[in-house]
């Protein structure tokens, strides 16, 4: 099958079987390397990604969508995030400087996932962020400075 994807805001084409997953092709075939495989039962959120479908946009796990089911959309990973200049996203700074990680292998699907969050919850609390960030698991920090994270990108998104 033939699929056309932007992702990260360059065109993509690629002809892959009918049963290719997302992740597959974000990591087998475009070597984007940074959107993790930890579950492959959409559990644990590793693998998420942004997707933009007719204009309505939300985060995803790309462990378990094939690539077929979004014909013509737009995919964002944590590759795409930073700006031209190499200058880290707030959520992505945010994590950094709230050591809203310990071993890594989480943080890029949890920083997605918080970017969503922010983007369709702007002034989450922080229950509502615990109970949004609920699709993601971290085996290493205790969540209590990935909120904080979230909460610090949150006042940086918002002009504070």
Known sequence: MKVDLTVNGK?????VPDNTLLVELLRETLRLTGTHVGCDTAQCGACTVIASV???SRAIKACNVLVGQLQG??????EGVAAADGTM????????DCHGLQCGFCT???VMSSIDLLQHHPKA???????????NICRCTG???IVKAVQQAQTALQGG
Not at 11 to 15: E, H, L
């Open 54 to 56: 007719d204009g309505d």
């Open 11 to 15: 065109p993509v084409s690629a002809d």
């Open 143 to 145: 969540y209590q400075n």
């Open 108 to 110: 890029t699907g949890m």
């Open 125 to 135: 609390t922080e229950a509502e962020i615990r109970e949004l960030l609920e699709g």
């Open 89 to 96: 996203h707030p959520m992505q700074a945010a994590f950094k």
């Open 73 to 78: 959309a737009s995919i964002t990973t944590i």
